[in-house]
């Protein structure tokens, strides 16, 4: 059950970082919320499964240190693409 803990953290996390990086009108509004739960449901679920428990502050330190690295690049890595793909195609077109 403390698994809605690090997917609640993370979904917010996601949310944060959908306003921080540049260029969100190129991706989706709920594309960073869920890939900052996935990402810390995962490594929550990682550590637990590996005996970890809610005790000790690797879990809790995973469900915010993970999301942000996976949701950042990921963001990062989606906006460039689309603007490049963009680009090729108003070229292609040749649109001004």
């Known amino acids: 059950m403390q698994i809605l803990l690090g997917l609640i953290v993370g979904t917010a996390i996601g949310i944060a970082l959908h306003y ?3 260029h969100r009108a190129t991706r989706g509004v709920a594309v960073a919320p869920l ?8 490594a929550w679920t990682i550590l ?3 005996g970890i428990g809610i005790d ?7 469900a915010v240190v ?12 989606l906006s460039r693409s689309r603007l490049a793909h963009d680009e090729r195609e108003r070229v292609r077109l040749k649109i001004g």
């Open 20 to 22: 921080l990086v540049a």
């Open 56 to 62: 000790s502050p690797w879990p809790w330190l995973a």
């Open 66 to 77: 993970v999301p942000v690295i996976v949701t950042w690049s990921a963001l990062v890595l």
């Open 48 to 50: 637990t499964w590996s």
């Open 35 to 42: 890939l900052g739960a996935a990402s810390a449901g995962l």
